[in-house]
């Protein structure tokens, strides 16, 4: 098999694109095609300051390495979410990575902040699933340190599995006001909100792992311990199946959604948001929903200690 | 384990509505399930005078034995779409059917109409896949035989596997027209059209199988040799996979779409519909699908004669 681009010996093949390449071409290739996606969804451009989330996974560390690459000004931002080795094996990829390319890695560890929730605590003491409880303390931090690192755009290394996988999800549940803000492109709709951008969501999950793979980029292979049975993994299984059968269901699918399905869903009208009165960060009722969970799992351990 | 309704001994466990049931509350459960969806969907009276679709397989025929059942005034309607052995042997399944319960069906035989095209010729002279072919050519000599009959509806019988599977198929393309319009009730939209129904859609293949099985309705087994292959066929594969993982997805799916969903997808302006200039049928153009299909197969054929 022939690389399509330059008709060498090819090293990677990809059903989806119905193409083959060779090392060189493919790093070229997904590079352009990440670039495109910046382009056509209007992003970012080089006057922005990029807020890169990163987990030690191939998604999120491909991505800052793409965008570094092609000279954005960018620094990442990792979180301690306090998930026992997981957590400590994938800060070392995190930082490692980091310091190979001399940039700057913001790093927040719940458990040693003052209002911090770890996951587990979350999950243990609450009746959040763990997957719940993450969403809610990512989404704070990642606000926060984006406001206050005074950065214009969060990217989040979400590629084109996650983002098919999330849309099936919410379309078997049809869940129309997640159906109507799924778009990889978020606007703030408050000031102290960056715009969020998740600049993989046309590339798949093999081709940031083989991208990652070919740079060399050491990441954390294992799934994080909590998505074990998670319906986000069946959902993946089953994408994976029609892509299997149909090749390109996957891109498609998410596509023609964002062309033709989304403004079905007219969006919701959003209310305005205020400030929450224990963080400050924009939140549609008095406590916004971090610190309702932090205050829960407060609550709950202090009546566990009690009848300890 | 028991039965839910009589605390009998159970002969059939349906995990999607974790119970289990006798086989008289089978029945009777299978049957007050249908009577409900008539009433929910308001799908017909004891008045209408309804047409009933049957192929021979199990899901029209366990449709037509509750509506005659229920004491509603039903004739059958056969098509002989001329596939062979199969249509052969659903013929025969049916009028058996009719025979045994005095009841009067209706036949219509491709290949003696004046302007007959069977399934096979649609999709051996035309670049149609047989499938796609057969829906054009059941959906009009439907129409034509309810239009000529004078009956006030007609009844088909789609189950929740199908209805499940189609709308996963117009999702995963996004199809908005084609979701716009599926609902369990189509109002006519010209004078010579009569209400369409699908009394079945709540209901799954297994329970429609298990009422004919138990109610000893012999009914053909096999599924049309067309279907091989058939993306239809994956779609329910796949949704049953998800049924097997999280119970009671497949109904969910098809009810929270027809409840939040599909008003979503603002129903397209329909345009006027006219008449067929060959048949007399409504139609969008100045000639309807069907005649514009048995034009192309007649036309085809005629090339092909004259070349051999």
Redo the contacts between chains.
Sequence with gaps: MKCKRCSEKAAIKLRSHNAAFCKTCFLFVFERNVERSIARDEMFTYDDRILVAVSGGKDSLALWDVLHRLGYTTEGLYLGLGIGTYSKASQLRTEEFAQQRGLHLRMVHLEEEDDGVTVPDAAQFTRRAPCAACGTVKRHHFDRAADEGGFTVLATGHNLDDEAARLLGN????Q?PYLAKQQPVLEPTHARFVRKVRPLYRTSELESATYAFLRGIKYIVEECPNSRGA?QI?YKE?LN??EN??PG?KL??LT??L???RA???AQPGGQLGECERCGMPAMAEICGYCRLVAEVDRRRSQAMAHA
Excluded: R, Y
Aim: aromatic residues 18%; without cysteine.
């Design positions: 379309v078997l549940h049809w129309i319906s069946l089953i199946q029609l059968e149909m269901t498609t699918f023609d959604f062309k033709h399905g079905a869903f007219a």
